[in-house]
């Protein structure tokens, strides 16, 4: 199978999901100042962003594997600030184990990925 885009690959689809979640249950939480709300909804967006910068940039393996690490961490920081949700009471126990479970699996997939990046390279001739 051809991929055109980064929005097909799996950890896309994933990490814009988990994005979305994010969005909508932020929406509850109340507004302070340099908001947490702000953070999470920014560092979990931002995965989605770095992956599509890394696939533009896929013709030159250590800028792929620069931005896809950049994903991972921003994924990372999403985990932190789930971590922080919960505990200042903006987001539910139950909440809390559902998001940072998504967000191991495309921490995971990401991992697999910077592991063996050669099959999303382009190759030049």
Same mark, same amino acid.
Request: net charge negative; hydrophobic share 35%.
């Given at each position: $199978? *051809? *991929?055109? #885009?980064?929005?097909?690959?799996?950890?896309?689809? %994933?990490?814009?999901?988990?994005? $979305? !979640?994010?969005? !909508?249950?932020?929406?509850?939480?109340? !507004?302070?100042?340099? #908001? /947490?709300?702000?953070?999470?909804?920014?560092? #979990?967006?931002?995965?989605?962003?770095?992956?599509?910068?890394? &696939? %533009?940039?896929?013709?030159?393996?250590?800028?792929? *594997?620069?931005?896809?690490?950049?994903?991972?961490?921003?994924?990372? !920081?999403?985990?932190? &600030? /789930?971590?922080? %949700?919960?505990?200042?009471?903006?987001?539910?126990?139950?909440?809390? *184990?559902?998001?940072?479970?998504?967000?191991?699996?495309?921490?995971? $997939? /990401?991992?697999? $990925?910077?592991?063996?990046?050669?099959?999303? /390279?382009?190759? #030049?001739?």
């Amino acid at each position: $199978m *051809i *991929i055109h #885009s980064a929005k097909e690959l799996n950890v896309y689809k %994933a990490a814009y999901e988990l994005s $979305m !979640e994010i969005f !909508e249950i932020s929406k509850t939480c109340p !507004e302070e100042r340099y #908001s /947490l709300t702000d953070q999470i909804r920014r560092s #979990s967006r931002s995965v989605c962003s770095n992956l599509c910068e890394a &696939w %533009a940039k896929r013709r030159y393996e250590a800028h792929f *594997i620069s931005k896809f690490t950049d994903a991972d961490g921003e994924n990372s !920081e999403t985990g932190t &600030w /789930l971590d922080f %949700a919960k505990d200042c009471g903006y987001i539910s126990n139950e909440d809390h *184990i559902r998001l940072t479970s998504k967000c191991k699996e495309v921490g995971a $997939m /990401l991992g697999n $990925m910077l592991k063996n990046p050669a099959p999303f /390279l382009i190759k #030049s001739d």
